[in-house]
Each structure stands twice: as structure tokens, then as C-alpha cells.
């Protein structure tokens, strides 16, 4: 059975697949279908969803155009998420692998780090981290990867030290070479998969996380960010409450798109193991 | 079917009948205020410092000035715009060197000693002049205060100082605190700062943090049957949005300085029960001012600063941030001030084209992604209206080619950025107007204030033309001469920008319409509420 049957066939990957495909569709587009700067004003404020077509979703407490700060806040979760994720699984593998393979001191030292990093809640350690730098796009990610990576790497060096045992690793000691070399060329991409397997639940924490940050204020001001409109709602939620509704209901359905879409590929990557 | 209707609307009829004729009487009765009762209004801010002699601000007054007094309030009808409290009259000497205050007679601290002149004379010269962070400037030059007898005061300056200045800063600045507490020990480190003793109406009761504030009845107060209310609470809400839910479920009874948001007023005006009232903020004026760093070199040319003052849509301004409950500025004094106000100044009409030729003549062109430079922008956090109008102004700066970045800071941060560290090109501030520009205004515009001075001009601006008015304005001790010298020195603020004054906003009260004698003077949810009362 080809990889690509075998996700079709699991309805909740297929529904996952079309959720992330329509975000990174919006994400895309944005710029295309929104040109400008979303945060202009666009039309009379507080109008609300379907009255106007030109503006479909209304507009908020300035008058700025809803459906394109959605669009223009898609992008900017998705960058984030990715971005996020992207730099956790890189410092966490390389800990890892590090840790797995070295041994001895190195991996007391690094273990005793990543522990340490783990027992701050990851939010926490965000929220300290931006208050402290200031937010802008790159800090925020910095600040997310930052309470992530201790789960990438402990699973990358439970897998090192499972491999680093093998045959093939043994041989290329025999033939000289650097144990660094051997660390990344040959353990690391071995190791990979598990690693790699989380990463859909580490972009859905990374985009709750941006949101919950933007929320609190610490999101970069000049971005429009979904956690940043549902906060700026927050005040009128009593006479504007589709302003907080809107981009909920956005970020509700991509952190399921990712997570669903994330879960099939690892179905579908370990039936395909198990067949070989 | 069609009879239920009818039914209904008959129902609907004779409910309402019964609404108004329970509705007339209480109009009836709002003449006699009656005794006793507990009132309880959300409190958004928790001051841990409540002595109002010492921090001189809104968030300390709305609490202590039902504890401290302060020597006259701010009044409606009154001579000068005042009303006697522990001072009964007060007059100027001509040659401005000294005033004198008849005090009231009778009056006793809440530990039950007579309230007496050397209070005062303590007060002014151990805690407003020293201490204070107003009374600094006010009361920079009182040498002594003469204490003939226990009813007298007299206040000596070692140079002339406009009695006008005295007399509008009596009722933020002369909070009178008990010398036999504050004469042991540093006066900054009296327990007396965090459980206050004054001659209010109400007693400090106690202090939960994160709670409330409990404030009880004073038996023993001056005012003829007054207080009349037993109790009040500040129940802590620093959630904005749950005050209008707390009014609906009747938790509380009052929020005032618009712990309801403006958005949700509308909304809640139809509420049964409720009523929306506007008044009794008027001595209370914030001003919405775009704040300029003058060392920024696009920004030190004049041309720059006209551009941006024509960007600005005041009346979107007014109409969108602040739904109305504000008003366009015009200058450096507000619109609603009976003394000083004048709207003889250049205005700056909003004019989107007019600002793209200013700044292409001052010879800023738009470089080839339409910029012509950037700034970076600093709304201050206090307010949700200062945060939105950064928002605003960062889309009305895009319409002229100018690139701002919005920096968010909570509020120390900003307080250090802006006004220690001077890291801003822009920012959003929202000064208070205190009656008389001497106050609080002319430091936001005058030179040589040393750096960390919040809410004074830190943007590096010096004008000598401006500063010898200032200088002159402080030592012109004829009322008539000195409001002249104060409208001309609002002309020329408004000619040369040293800031913009956007528009001015005060605060909304939202009430139970049970509460009584609400918002009868000007500064009124931060006055002594002895004559506030609960129908029940």
C-alpha cells in the first residue's frame, strides 16, 4: 500500500490534511487577496459579520477589516508555529544526540540542563523571556523553542543510546572516524523519526503559546496575531462578542488541523515500518 | 394565540404603570437623603501608599479623600470655583508673599485630638513642599507657616507667588495630615501612609490585598448629620469587563473613573436600574497628547511636527477611541476649563494632502516602498483609549509615508523608556490638567528638567521664548495679568508643537440608581462622599 492511500484512508488525517491545507491556503494568500497593511482602516467601527460584503466578517473597535486580519493573523501563527517548532526539534536533537552519545560527564551535564529547563512550565519561562527581552516575531520564537526542546531532546538521546550500540556505528569507530561525525552523520538521521513524530503536537503548543502571549500584550504590536484580536475583543465581548469569536474559532480549528494531519503521518510512517 | 398576545402586551402595560408610579416617589425623596447602608464600588487599582499629602494622584484620592480632607474642594457654584472644608475662608496678601486660612473650628482627628493650625502648618511645610510629588512645584517657595492661633495660618512665601496658583491647587494639593502621628520617625515610613488618620467622614477600616478596602463611618465628623452612609467597600476588580457584570448582578453598586468600558455603556445605560452619568469629573481633565522627542532631526523641524498634527482625523479620534465621551483639544489647556481656556491658537485641521506637501517641502520625500522614514512609537499602557489611539496614530503616520513601530511596555518600563532613558520617538501620554497650568502642564513643555521626571518634558525641547513666559507667568501675581500671560503661552504651544494635544477625556460613573447625591461637585469620586447616600 502506497504512504499516500495508506493517510487517505484515516478520515481524521484527510480532515486534518484539508484544515491545514486551507490555512496555509490563507496564509499565502493573504497577501494576494489583503495587499496593504491589514491594520488600516478600512470602513465605520464595530460593524458586525454579513452586513456589508466588502467587509464579510465586519470590523473592529478602529475599523479595521476582520477577514483580512484573519488572513494577514494566519500567517503569522503558521510562521511562528513552524519557526518555533523548527528551532525546539533542531536544539533538542542536537542535546540529545550529544547527550546520548558522548556519555559520561557531557551527558550528566546536558541531562541535568534539559531537566532543569523542563521543570519551568514552558509558559512561564515564554512569558519571563519576552517580558524581560521585549516582543518582537524573532523573540517570540526564541521564547517558545525556549520552554520546548527539553521533549525533543530526551527522546533523541533515548534513541542514541539504543543506537549507538548497533553494528554500524562500531564499524565506522573501527574505520577512524570523528566521533562527531559519527554523532550527526550516522546516529542523528536514525534517530530522527520519534523525534520528528512530535512535532505536530510541538506546532499546536508553539501557536496556543504565540497566541496566549500576544494575548497578554507581549505579542509584536506591529504583527496582527490571533491571540492579539481575541484580547483586543475582549473589551466589547459583551456588545461585539463575534470580535474574540472569530479568531477563536481560527485558532480552534488550526491547532486541530495540525494536530490531526500530524497524528496521520506518524500512523501512516509506522505502518509503514511495521510493514517493512 | 392572538389573545396571549394581547394578554402579554396588557401585562407589558400595566407592569410599566407599576414601574412609574414606583418611579415617582423615589424622585420625591431624593431631596432627603436618607441614613445608613453600606455602598460598595469596584476598585481597579490597589495604591500601597494612601497618604494623598505625600502621592497626590487619582488612584490614592479615590480612596483617602473620604479619610484625609484637604483644606477646600472643588465646587460647582462656589467662590472661585471652591467650597470650604477644614479651611473656612482663605485670602492673599497683595504682594503675594503671604496667605492666610481661617480654619473650622471644632474639628477632631479620628484618634479624637483636635484637628489644629500646626496640623497645617506641618503639613505644608514637612510634607507638600518636601514630598509631595505636585507640591514640590507649588509650594517651591513657602518659607514658614505663621500659626497665630489654632484657628490661623498663615502662609509665607520668600518670593511673590500668585495667589490664583494657591487657590486652584488647594483641593488635589492640601491634603491635611495629623502631626502627633507623623512628627516620630521618617514621615515616609509611617504606618500612618497605609492605614490613614485624617478628619474625613470615614475611618480607615481595613485592607485586604487583592480584596477590598473597608471604610467606616466617622460619629464624630464636623458636617451636620453627615456622613450618612455606615460602610463603604472597594471591592477589588482589576477586570474591567467584570464591573458591568458586577453592576448587573447588583455585587456592587458604583463604578466609577469607567471601570465599565466605553464600549459596553450603550449597552448597559438600558440596563433597568442603572444609570450612566458623566458629571462630576470636570476638575479631572486627562489630556491625550502625542509626545515628541525633539532629537530626533525630522522631528525638531517645525514642518514635520504640522504634518503630523494635520494627519490626525480628532474628531475619528473622538468619535471611534473614546465613542464620544471625549472632546477635540485645541491646546495645552482644555476646553472645559472656566479660567484659563482659550481657542485663539492655530488649529490644525485634518488635512491628509496639505501634510504630504509640508513634509515633502521640509524635504522628506517618499523613498521607493513609499517611506519617508520611521519612527518608533510608544502608546502609553495606563489606558485601553491610549493603546488604541497608538494603534490610530501608527495608521494615520502610514497615510503621510511615515513608517512608526508601535513598542509596547507595561507601565514601569514605559515610564523608564520615555522619561529616564528618552528610548522613544513618538509617544502617547496622557497628562492630567489640575486646574491651573503652574500645576502640571508648563512642565511638559518647559527646559531643563532633569531626566527621570515622569510626565514632564523629556523630548529634549527648548524653546527660550516659551520659557522666559513661564518664568514670567510664575511671578505675575495679578489674576488678570497671569490668565493672559497663560493664553498666550496655549498660542504659542499650539504654534510651535512641542506636543500635540489630541483631544481630552474625563471618566464615567455607572450607578445603581440608588445611590444619592452622586457627581455634585467637579471633582467628585475622588472628594470626601459625606453627603453620598443609599435609598433602599
Not at chain 2, 54 to 75: D, P, Q, R, Y
Not at chain 2, 335 to 351: E, G, I, L
Request: proline share 6%; hydrophobic share 45%.
Amino acid at each position: 500500500m502506497s504512504p499516500l492511500r495508506c493517510f487517505l484512508r484515516t478520515p481524521e488525517a484527510v480532515a486534518g490534511a484539508i484544515l491545514l491545507a486551507a490555512l496555509i491556503a490563507m496564509a499565502l494568500s493573504a497577501a494576494l487577496l489583503f495587499p496593504g497593511d491589514p491594520q488600516a482602516i478600512a470602513g465605520p467601527a464595530l460593524l458586525p459579520p454579513f452586513q456589508d460584503w466588502s467587509l464579510p466578517l465586519g470590523t473592529d473597535r478602529l475599523g479595521r477589516d476582520v477577514l483580512a486580519e484573519l488572513f494577514h493573523g494566519a500567517r503569522t501563527s503558521l510562521a511562528v508555529g513552524l519557526a518555533a517548532a523548527a528551532a525546539a526539534l533542531a536544539i533538542g536533537s542536537v542535546v540529545g544526540t550529544l547527550a546520548g552519545f558522548a556519555g559520561g560527564l557531557v551527558d550528566e551535564v546536558l541531562m541535568r540542563i534539559t531537566d532543569a529547563f523542563q521543570t519551568v512550565p514552558g509558559f512561564l519561562l515564554a512569558l519571563a523571556f519576552v517580558s524581560v527581552v521585549g516582543p518582537s516575531l524573532g523573540i517570540v520564537v526564541i521564547a517558545i523553542a525556549l520552554g520546548t526542546w527539553p521533549g525533543p531532546a530526551r527522546v533523541a538521546r533515548a534513541e542514541v543510546l539504543s543506537i549507538r550500540e548497533r553494528d554500524y556505528v562500531a564499524g565506522a569507530r573501527v574505520i577512524g572516524m570523528h566521533p562527531l561525525a559519527i554523532a550527526f552523520r550516522e546516529v542523528l538521521p536514525n534517530a530522527l523519526p520519534p523525534v520528528l513524530a512530535m512535532s505536530s503536537v510541538i506546532v499546536a503548543a508553539a501557536i496556543l503559546t504565540e497566541a496566549a502571549l500576544s494575548f497578554l500584550g507581549l505579542g509584536d504590536p506591529n504583527r496582527v496575531t490571533w491571540g492579539g484580536m481575541i484580547a483586543e475583543g475582549r473589551a466589547v465581548l459583551r456588545t461585539a462578542p463575534f470580535l474574540s469569536i472569530v479568531p477563536g474559532i481560527a485558532l480552534v480549528l488550526t491547532v486541530l488541523g495540525v494536530y490531526l494531519a500530524g497524528e496521520g503521518i506518524v500512523e501512516t510512517t509506522a505502518v509503514r515500518r511495521g510493514l517493512s | 394565540m392572538s389573545g396571549f398576545t394581547i394578554s402579554r402586551r396588557q401585562m407589558l402595560a400595566s407592569s410599566a404603570m407599576l414601574l412609574a408610579s414606583t418611579a415617582m416617589p423615589t424622585f420625591g425623596w431624593a431631596q432627603t437623603p436618607k441614613k445608613g447602608g453600606r455602598l460598595v464600588l469596584a476598585a481597579d487599582s490597589e495604591p500601597r501608599n494612601l497618604n494623598p499629602a505625600i502621592v497626590a494622584s487619582n488612584g490614592v484620592f479615590f480612596i483617602s479623600s473620604k479619610i484625609v480632607e484637604t483644606l477646600a474642594e472643588a465646587s460647582f457654584d462656589g467662590k472661585d470655583g471652591l467650597a470650604p472644608r477644614l479651611a473656612l475662608s482663605w485670602e492673599g496678601a497683595a504682594d503675594g508673599l503671604s496667605v492666610t486660612f481661617k480654619l473650622r473650628d471644632g474639628v477632631k482627628w479620628h484618634d479624637g485630638k483636635p484637628f489644629t493650625s500646626a496640623d497645617v502648618a506641618f503639613s505644608a511645610l514637612q510634607v507638600w513642599k518636601p514630598l509631595q510629588n505636585l507640591g514640590r512645584t507649588v509650594f517651591k517657595d513657602l518659607a514658614a507657616v505663621d500659626t497665630p492661633d489654632d484657628l490661623t495660618a498663615v502662609f509665607k512665601f520668600a518670593k511673590p507667588t500668585p495667589f490664583q496658583l494657591i487657590r486652584n491647587a488647594l483641593p488635589a494639593l492640601s491634603s491635611v495630615v495629623p502631626k502627633h502621628i507623623y512628627e516620630v520617625g521618617k514621615i515616609e515610613d509611617n504606618p500612618a501612609n497605609n492605614a490613614p488618620i485624617g478628619t474625613g467622614p470615614f475611618k480607615f477600616g481595613e485592607y485586604k490585598a487583592g480584596q477590598y478596602y473597608r471604610l467606616t463611618k466617622n460619629t464624630d465628623y464636623w458636617g451636620k448629620d453627615e456622613p450618612y452612609l455606615d460602610e463603604i467597600i472597594y471591592q477589588v476588580l482589576p477586570d474591567r469587563t467584570s464591573a458591568a457584570s458586577a453592576l448587573e448582578a447588583e455585587e456592587i453598586q458604583l463604578a466609577a473613573f469607567s471601570a465599565v468600558p466605553l464600549a459596553d455603556l450603550d449597552r448597559i445605560s438600558k440596563v433597568p436600574g442603572l444609570k450612566v452619568i458623566s458629571k462630576g469629573y470636570e476638575g479631572l481633565t486627562y489630556q491625550l497628547v502625542v509626545e515628541i522627542n525633539h532629537r530626533r532631526k525630522e522631528l525638531a523641524d517645525l514642518k514635520v511636527r504640522q504634518a503630523i498634527a494635520h494627519a490626525i482625523d480628532k474628531d475619528f479620534v473622538v468619535k471611534t477611541v473614546f465613542l464620544g465621551y471625549a472632546a477635540t483639544a485645541t491646546g495645552p489647556v482644555p476646553k472645559n476649563d472656566p479660567q484659563f481656556y482659550t481657542a485663539d491658537v492655530p488649529t490644525y485641521a485634518f488635512d491628509v494632502a496639505k501634510a504630504n506637501a509640508l513634509l515633502d517641502e521640509a524635504g522628506y520625500r517618499r523613498g521607493a516602498d513609499g517611506n519617508r522614514f520611521s519612527l518608533k512609537l510608544l502608546p502609553a499602557p495606563y489606558f485601553n483609549e491610549t493603546k488604541q489611539f497608538g494603534d490610530y496614530l501608527r495608521q494615520a503616520l502610514a497615510a503621510i509615508g511615515i513608517d512608526a513601530q508601535l513598542v509596547n511596555n507595561d507601565s514601569a518600563a514605559h515610564i523608564k523608556a520615555v522619561y529616564t532613558d528618552h528610548a522613544f520617538d513618538l509617544a502617547v501620554g496622557p497628562p492630567v490638567f489640575r486646574g491651573d497650568p503652574a500645576i502640571s502642564t508648563t512642565i511638559l513643555v518647559q527646559s531643563g528638567i532633569p531626566d527621570g521626571v515622569p510626565f514632564s518634558n523629556q523630548g529634549g525641547y527648548k524653546n527660550d521664548a516659551l520659557d522666559a513666559l513661564i518664568a514670567k507667568a510664575s511671578e505675575t501675581l495679578d489674576t488678570t495679568a497671569r490668565t493672559d500671560l497663560y493664553k498666550e503661552f496655549q498660542k504659542q504651544v499650539a504654534a510651535d508643537l512641542p506636543l500635540i494635544n489630541v483631544a481630552e477625556w474625563s471618566f464615567i460613573s455607572v450607578a445603581r440608581d440608588t445611590v444619592g447625591n452622586i457627581a455634585n461637585n467637579p471633582r467628585w469620586a475622588v472628594s470626601n462622599w459625606a453627603d453620598t447616600y443609599l435609598e433602599s
